[in-house]
């Protein structure tokens, strides 16, 4: 029988951002104790948090004070250096763990995983050499997608090539890294679903989110996705079986994709909370943060039934760039909320907070979200 983390007990988080701002409101907001790990001081966790270390993601010593004062350990984003989680994994429990961390945070050993076991990927080929690419290139045809292997996110580290003669130029132009080529994929749209695993092996599946993106960052997320039974069905079984085939303790996001000729095709893997769930946090009965907790701490999940359909909307750093938004504007509209993550400087594409609202459809939801948006540039 393995044993649950109570209440009271200590939580360590890798990463300070959001994403580990939410949870740790979740956290504390059940009774525990937190702990952030993250390189720069006063970060959006460490605002909320009981603790921080201030300190880079490979300082081994750092992660060991960090293990030594906590029950257990999470990470919020899959780029935590695994040998950083491994050097822990004796003082304290990991989840997800290392392993876990090790295929999310490499394309070439993702994408290998996820074929291995069967799960529906766009064709692809690991690019190591200038004949790899050659070669690719003549089996995936164009146009296709040049991604490094890892640290790329938002679309960083990508490249679209629509003519093979283009391949070596746009190779070059991501410095030779390892990468993966891609068949670029004709998109119906991008969905995403966040599953929950306990050490238990329980589990608990979200509804599915319709994602947009601008830039290749997220824009609009909304939830439930409004598509039809039977694919929403078909998407949280393709999450739920790739969180058992990885045997993951915490949450996994799969993103997807439907392709214009009906296919479901999982595009990455995010073994943590997710920019797509953030609508839970107004809007279910447990929001990922809550369930986040409970599934590393072994305590039975939460329902991730949803109280009305819901949407959200990201508020990047430009919003700032002709001054303050208007919030008050905003917030006149009663099914809003409001979400800043405590970040002094708003960078262009820096993501600042989000928007939440709710309607009784999925498309009111994000109509009066979208315009909840427009109004924060209405002038006083
Ligand atoms: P990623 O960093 O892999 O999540 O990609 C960022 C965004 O680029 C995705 O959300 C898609 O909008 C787009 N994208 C990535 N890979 C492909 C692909 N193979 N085909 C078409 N669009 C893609």
Not at 198 to 223: C, F, Q, R
Not at 247 to 273: K, Y
Not at 305 to 318: F, K, S, T, W
């Amino acid at each position: 029988m393995q044993e649950s983390i109570l209440p009271r007990s200590t939580i360590g988080i890798f990463g300070g951002g959001q994403l580990g701002r939410m949870a740790s409101i979740a956290a504390k907001r059940m009774g525990y104790r937190v702990i952030v790990l993250d390189p720069t001081p006063d970060c959006p966790a460490g605002q909320v948090a009981d603790d921080e270390i201030t300190a880079p993601y490979d300082d081994i010593e750092a992660a060991k004070k960090l293990a030594n004062q906590c029950h257990v350990v999470t990470s919020e984003f899959e780029n935590v250096p695994a040998e950083t989680l491994e050097a822990i994994e004796s003082i304290v429990p990991v989840r997800p763990s290392s392993r876990v961390l090790r295929v999310a945070q490499n394309r070439i050993a993702e994408k290998n995983f996820l074929a291995q076991n069967g799960f529906p990927v766009p064709k692809f080929r690991p690019i190591l050499s200038s004949d790899d690419l050659k070669e690719a290139i003549k089996e995936i045809s164009c146009p296709a997608i040049l991604k490094t292997a890892t640290g790329g996110y938002d679309g960083k580290g990508q490249r679209k090539i629509e003519r093979k003669e283009d391949a070596e130029r746009a190779w070059a132009s991501l410095g030779h890294a390892e990468c993966v080529l891609e068949e670029f994929v004709f998109l119906e749209r991008e969905v995403s679903v966040i599953v929950a695993r306990n050490l238990k092996g329980e589990e608990a599946v979200y509804p599915v989110a319709e994602n947009t993106h601008s830039n290749h960052i997220l824009d609009t997320s909304v939830m439930p996705a409004p598509i039809d039974a039977q694919l929403a069905k078909r998407a949280q079984e393709l999450a739920m079986a790739i969180a058992r085939a990885l045997d993951v303790v915490g949450l996994l996001c799969v993103e997807m994709f439907v392709s214009a000729d009906g296919r479901l095709l999982v595009n990455e893997l995010a073994p943590r909370p997710h920019n797509s769930g953030h609508q839970t946090f107004d809007a279910a009965v447990t929001s990922q943060f809550e369930q986040l907790i409970r599934a590393i701490c072994n305590l039975p999940l939460g329902s991730t039934e949803l109280y009305r359909p819901v949407a959200i909307a990201n508020l990047l750093g430009d919003l700032w760039q002709i001054g303050e938004p208007n919030w008050l504007a905003a917030l006149e509209m009663p099914d809003v909320k409001l979400h800043l993550y405590g970040k002094a400087e708003a960078r262009p594409g820096r993501k600042m907070g989000h928007l939440t609202a709710t309607g009784k459809t999925p498309d009111e939801a994000l109509q009066k979200v979208i315009s909840a948006r427009k109004r924060l540039l209405a002038l006083e």
